[in-house]
């Protein structure tokens, strides 16, 4: 592992973007939010995605510095157009648009599509919760087919992201995020570089074997070159058997049909479509009854007896919360495989050498 400071690597990957053609404020963005997810744990949505980002500006999946187009406006609803602009410009919009209408009426909905990459879903529910606000949100990719179904070998789902957002007086929300998948694409993306190795149920091959070998969804790669799920013949695994898979199509359906992207597709621009729901607790709940339950609950929650005697039992969004606190003290560790990527993208924008190791704290 290389440990690098959360603010350097941040600031850096910023350079990088920059340095790419976007603005310094997106540039920023893209950094503060990918760094962001590394913080949290979530290290799939993190610095890792920084080569395939420069590489779908490249080649015009995603674009810098675009704004959205109003499709719908409404008291209520919203749908929005992204026009392929970078996911960490175009979902903060979004988020806005959903939270502001929440607040004059009690509760939004909001449908964006092709929007490049949102990143860390429960980033966004983070966003609404710091305002108060209960929110849900289901995330398709419909040119990403990489899950295959309950029962079935051949990929049919997107890793189809879920979040929900519940608000807590003191800060302490209760986020909920994940992948419908067993693990989320960019996990499988960190195993391949050294990082975490998947689960041995995660994969499947494309004759029916069930594993956790990168290769099943990469085919060949070596070193820090790019991975791409074309080259494989395998897939992700739906989460939960039968009842995860089913969520999963929900999710495509949502995130998907119900936006206007389209549930799964081959050969589609590459994209992301979100449906985002945010509920005022104030205005459905004026006796304020939600968050004293929620208290009550979490103490009855968190008496549960762990399994392991020097383990605790977490509640969603406590993971983060801890693992947020330790990176930013110590800094962020990240495979070999994942620094040197990062390492050759800011070299091959122009970053000076000795400003990129700069960073580096362990």
Not at 83 to 99: E, L, R
Not at 121 to 146: D, R
Not at 247 to 272: C, Y
């Amino acid at each position: 592992m290389v440990k690098v400071s959360a603010d350097g690597l941040a600031a850096l990957v910023a350079d990088i973007f920059v340095a790419a053609g976007c603005s310094e404020a997106e540039g920023v963005r893209i950094g503060r939010s990918l760094v962001g997810a590394n913080l949290a744990g979530h290290d799939s949505h993190g610095v890792v995605r920084v080569p395939r980002y420069l590489l779908w500006k490249g080649e015009g999946t995603i674009f810098a510095d675009r704004d959205v187009t109003r499709v719908v406006d409404t008291p209520v609803i919203s749908v929005l157009d992204g026009n392929y602009g970078f996911g960490q410009t175009i979902a903060p919009i979004a988020v806005a648009d959903g939270i502001a209408k929440c607040k004059t009426g009690g509760l939004s909905c909001v449908a964006l599509r092709n929007v490049g990459h949102v990143g860390r879903v429960g980033e966004w529910a983070e966003e609404a919760a710091a305002e108060g606000l209960v929110s849900i949100h289901h995330v398709n990719a419909p040119a990403s087919l990489l899950v295959a179904p309950f029962g079935g070998i051949d990929r049919r789902f997107s890793t189809a992201p879920y979040a929900v957002g519940v608000p807590r007086p003191d800060g302490d929300h209760i986020i909920l995020d994940f992948a419908t998948s067993v693990v989320a694409e960019g996990k499988v993306l960190v195993a391949s570089q050294g990082g975490k190795p998947l689960p041995d149920h995660a994969l499947v091959s494309k004759d029916g074997e069930i594993g956790g070998d990168p290769h099943f969804l990469y085919g060949d790669y070596a070193g820090d070159g790019a991975r791409d799920p074309a080259n494989g013949e395998g897939a992700i695994r739906a989460m939960g058997d039968h009842k995860g898979s089913g969520l999963a199509f929900m999710v495509e359906i949502l995130g998907g049909s119900l936006t206007g992207v389209g549930a799964p597709i081959e050969k589609r621009h590459w994209t992301n479509g979100m449906l985002s729901i945010y509920i005022d607790p104030n205005v459905l709940d004026p006796d304020g009854f939600f968050p004293a339950d929620i208290t009550r609950y979490l103490k009855l929650f968190k008496s549960a007896r762990p399994i392991d005697p020097e383990g605790e039992v977490l509640y969603p969004g406590e993971p983060e919360r801890q693992r947020r606190a330790e990176r930013t003290a110590n800094g962020v560790p990240l495979p070999e495989e994942t620094w040197a990527s990062i390492r050759t993208a800011a070299l091959g924008e122009g970053l000076a050498a000795e400003r990129i190791d700069s960073i580096i704290v362990g």
